[in-house]
Nanobody, 124 residues
Framework: QLQLVESGGGLVQPGGSLRLSCTTS????????IGWFRQAPGKEREGVSC????????YYADSVKGRFTISRDNVKNMAYLQMNSLKPEDTAVYYC????WGAGSPSPHEYDYWGQGTQVTVSS
């Protein structure tokens, strides 16, 4: 059972930046598509950014294009979500998810493994 661990969340002012990290000690993430999802209170979980397991092609939700960047470091067995120019509406719990040999779909139903989530709060 793949267990994912996220880190890097916190409180940041509007316009600020955070970098979320996702890792596991059990398997190599290289063979998994990685998705970053978020869920705000009273809202459905949404796909923020995803990266394919095969060609590292990436998906970004329209609301984060130009501000967020997804990446992976296979040597360190890490995946990242760099978040710049943060807005109050980015406030949510952010989850890392993995899909073996996945294409990087933004649908949460494609992912079998999930982290526990990390809170991101954007507020002045």
């Amino acid at each position: 059972q793949l267990q994912l661990v996220e880190s890097g969340g916190g409180l940041v002012q509007p316009g600020g930046s955070l970098r979320l990290s996702c890792t596991t000690s059990q398997y190599t993430l290289e063979y998994y598509a990685i998705g970053w999802f978020r869920q705000a209170p009273g809202k459905e979980r949404e796909g923020v950014s995803c990266i394919s397991s095969t060609d590292n092609s990436a998906y970004y939700a329209d609301s984060v294009k130009g501000r967020f960047t997804i990446s992976r470091d296979n040597v360190k067995n890490m995946a990242y979500l760099q978040m710049n120019s943060l807005k109050p509406e980015d406030t949510a719990v952010y989850y890392c998810a993995a899909d073996l040999w996945g294409a990087g779909s933004p649908s949460p139903h494609e992912y079998d493994y999930w982290g526990q989530g990390t809170q991101v709060t954007v507020s002045s």
